[in-house]
T-cell receptor, first 114, second 112 residues
């Protein structure tokens, strides 16, 4: 089975702190994605990466950056956390040759910024 | 651009009743369509997907969905609801190798 692991299930941070959300997948997938989930808004795409060292902005990249130094790991960085970044963050992956585009998700990281 | 509209942010059904969750999509290219389910405090799990083969797609846990191009719809159904079906359901669209675009979700409640 595909395993997508998000290192922290629950985090509480202070405004202005730098926050790292880590995601690791064990199936050698080329594509990785970060979404945030908010009630009534569904999932919104923050950033994605189709290969190591590559990154693309999604629909809501402001206030975030990402790092993809290794194929299996995709990190989401909040340079200076703000209260409006309190949310559930979901990481996902898929292989490039998946002609269906199906995503495999981690269990999520719930971030609270005080 | 692709988009998905899920009609009804909250649907409530009695145990044993029909489940119908609505999804309409917009896409300028032939779409791939997905339904995901999310149980409390968990990630998303794929229920079923349409990838231009059969228009009636069967998924896990007794769910199925029918792709209707003329109506740009991909509604999710289950003949008889079970308490364990209570969850949030997301419809999503893409065109293969593009990121998935999700709807806002529908929360399903099942009443005993």
């Amino acid at each position: 089975d595909v395993k997508v692991t998000q290192s922290s299930r629950y985090l509480v941070k202070r405004t202005g702190e730098k926050v790292f959300l880590e995601c690791v997948q064990d199936m050698d997938h080329e594509n990785m994605f970060w979404y945030r989930q908010d009630p009534g808004l569904g999932l919104r795409l923050i950033y994605f990466s189709y290969d190591v060292k590559m990154k693309e902005k999604g629909d809501i990249p402001e206030g975030y950056s990402v790092s993809r130094e290794k194929k299996e790991r995709f990190s989401l960085i909040l340079e200076s956390a703000s209260t409006n970044q309190t949310s559930m963050y979901l990481c996902a992956s898929r292989p490039t040759d998946a002609n269906t585009g199906e995503l495999f998700f981690g269990e999520g990281s719930r971030l609270t910024v005080l | 651009a692709q988009s998905v509209t899920q009609l009804g942010s909250h649907v409530s059904v009695s145990e044993g009743a029909l489940v119908l969750l609505r999804c309409n999509y917009s896409s300028s290219v032939p779409p791939y369509l997905f339904w995901y389910v999310q149980y409390p405090n968990q990630g998303l799990q794929l229920l079923l997907k349409y990838t231009s083969a059969a228009t009636l797609v069967k998924g896990i846990n007794g769910f199925e969905a029918e792709f209707k191009k003329s109506e740009t719809s991909f509604h999710l159904t289950k003949p008889s609801a079970h308490m364990s079906d209570a969850a949030e359901y997301f419809c999503a669209v893409n065109s293969g190798n593009t990121p998935l675009v999700f709807g806002k979700g529908t929360r399903l409640s099942v009443i005993a």
